[in-house]
């Protein structure tokens, strides 16, 4: 199995506070995503990294950012959780190779109250 | 842009073939199929490049028709471990870095 890990897997907040998710990798791959996975949405890209500082947005960005420090973590933040936000999040890493597989973590389900 | 999968959900007893078909309105690099099991991760499955190849990984292949941008999941002979919802992804030429899901297909195998 790949090697990433998610943390936390489960976190509750309240309506305006910020929240950081971390995703970090051992395997040295290039590409890191964030997705959110609601019910009759299927996974939805927030924010994806080509490298280190490299970022662009996905579909649905808005209310979220990212960091990408070092190769190995992917941070994502809320800067001002909304109980629309309540979701579950997965971290995904791909390799450089234009043909290479997404791996996934466990994913951090995240309530907003 | 986002590639249609049908059927949206499909029963099957045990050892009956099901097929899951993704099509997209843009031209396709690449497809992926995952499969999800309820409360974990999607986990990989198969990736078809275009060139309409074959692969195939125990009792489940797939295909992918470069012409109509489409590709076909094949369970043969289903397994209650199938049950699951399976996901493509597609990788659209001139963008390889990230993929467009589908909404994905609800499979339940019962014995």
């Known amino acids: 199995d790949a090697g990433i890990t998610q943390s936390p897997r489960h976190k509750v907040t309240e309506t305006g506070t910020p929240v950081t998710l971390r995703c970090h990798q051992t395997?040295?791959?290039?590409?890191m995503y964030w997705y959110r996975q609601d019910p009759g949405h299927g996974l939805r890209l927030i924010h994806y990294?080509?490298?280190?500082?490299?970022?662009d947005k996905g579909e649905v960005s808005d209310g979220y950012s990212v960091s990408r420090s070092k190769t190995e973590d992917f941070l994502l933040t809320l800067e001002s959780a909304t109980s629309s936000q309540t979701s579950v999040y997965f971290c995904?890493?791909?390799?450089?190779?234009?043909?290479?597989?997404?791996?996934f973590g466990n994913g951090t389900r995240l309530t907003v109250t | 842009q986002q590639p249609v999968q049908s059927p949206q959900a499909v029963i099957l007893r045990e050892g009956e073939d099901a097929v899951i078909n993704c099509s997209s309105s843009k031209a396709l690099y690449s497809v992926h199929w995952y499969r999800q099991k309820h409360g974990e991760a999607p986990v990989f499955l198969m990736i078809l490049l275009k060139g309409g190849e074959q692969k195939g990984h125990d009792k489940i292949s797939a295909s992918f028709n470069e012409k109509k941008q489409q590709s076909s999941l094949y369970l043969t002979a289903s397994q209650l471990s199938y049950s699951g919802t399976y996901f493509c992804g597609t990788v659209n030429a001139g963008n390889n870095r990230k993929l467009i899901w589908g909404l994905g297909t609800s499979l339940a195998v019962n014995p």
């Open positions: 990294s080509y490298g280190v500082k490299d970022t």
């Open positions: 395997e040295n791959h290039r590409y």
């Open positions: 995904a890493i791909r390799d450089s190779l234009f043909n290479s597989p997404l791996h």
